[in-house]
């Protein structure tokens, strides 16, 4: 069976290592927080100015002043900090971010994302999602494998207008664990129940399948 | 101690006119000049060019110079939650440019800082980098973004004395540090002016120097876009 998206976000959890500084990106990354596992030390940076963010605030202690990148109230843990926008792009352009997890609509397979523009509809932006592609060294792309239409989102070529190029380096769909390699998607490990035939009909880009994929573990 | 207390927003604002451009702090709603917006909304000003990373929402921040009209063009990062933006987008009203976060912050500091330009890699590649001189360095691409040029910028901060040092509070802080003393005039407004000397001067995030006038803001409405909470 295809994962849901809590289901993509556990298996992306699984990526994030002890000691890492992650930034998360809206929607399904934003649930990776979630499932990441107690035992390990992790911080996670919101690009507005916060590094070691917390679970949401409990009903009557939001605080206007403390929020994340999606506006959404948060809090912060001990050991947190406060930073403005120039050093938070620091971090970022820096490379002092371990890991970036970030939602996108196409994804080429030399690395190129397209996450922030639909000619002819309403634009909103690409908020930091330039800056995060342009310079993480670890990027996850977190989506499903086809838009609604049915489509594949993991193409030969971009059509939408690019956020980066050449910079994603793992995918984690719905139906597929894939690795952007020189020469196409290399498929690391399917959903539970997908078979390899599933995850070809849904790839238009360049499907590389070498020996036995194991099914992902959650 | 160089005074830069002035009374209200009315003397802050002296010397604002039509036409010229302005940089506002805040992410979202989130550490925005209230005080100094509200003014600019009673000024009625007209032809301004805003840069911020966002654009307020219908009717609060940004989104009451919009509303009136007030606002040529904005230059952002982000610019959801708006209805009456993307009518005026759409339309060709409002002409917008929109660039990576990252580079907007920087933009702003290389303006406060005296780099007439920077380079950066986000966008290379992109349609942001269109027209732009692009150089490798070290293997990699790198896109030139020049420094902002503004009349005004107008900032928030939590604390404040009448030389002019700041202090911000939580994530309110995000744009309006790089944006102090990048502009010909930078007015902050605070929600405490403290007596001066009150401030431990290892605490301040902005020294007095980049900022030219200071006032204490009369209300703070705060609003909050998305307010999300757990259960107990």
Redesign the interface.
Known sequence: MALDKTGIAKRIAKEVKDGYYVNLGIGIPTLVANYVRDDIEVEFQ?????LGMG?????G??????????????TTLPGAS?????M??SM??GKHVDLTILGAMEVSENG?IANWKIPGK??????????LV??AENIIVAMMHTNKAGESKLLKKCSL??????CVKKIVTNLAVLEVTDKGFKLLERAPGISVEDIKKATEGTLIVEGDIPEMSL | MINKKVANVHEALEGVSDNMTFMLGGFGLCGIPENSINELVKLNLKGLTCISNNAGVDDFGLGLLLHKKQIKKMISSYVGENDEFERQMLSGELDVELIPQGTLAERCRAAQSGFPAIYTPAGYGTEVAEGKETREFDGKMYVLEHAFKADFAFVKAWKGDAAGNLIFKGTARNFNPAMCGAAKITVAEVEELVPVGSLDPNQIHIPGIFVQRIFLGETYEKRIEQRTVRTR
Do not use: H, W, Y
């Open positions: 919101s690009e507005n100015g916060v679970p949401f605030p409990f009903e202690e939001e605080d206007a002043d403390i929020i994340n990148a999606g506006k959404q109230t948060i406060f930073f403005d926008s120039a938070s792009f970022i352009r190129d309403m634009v909103k932006g690409m908020g930091g999602a330039m800056d342009a310079s207008p690019l956020t980066g190029v050449g």
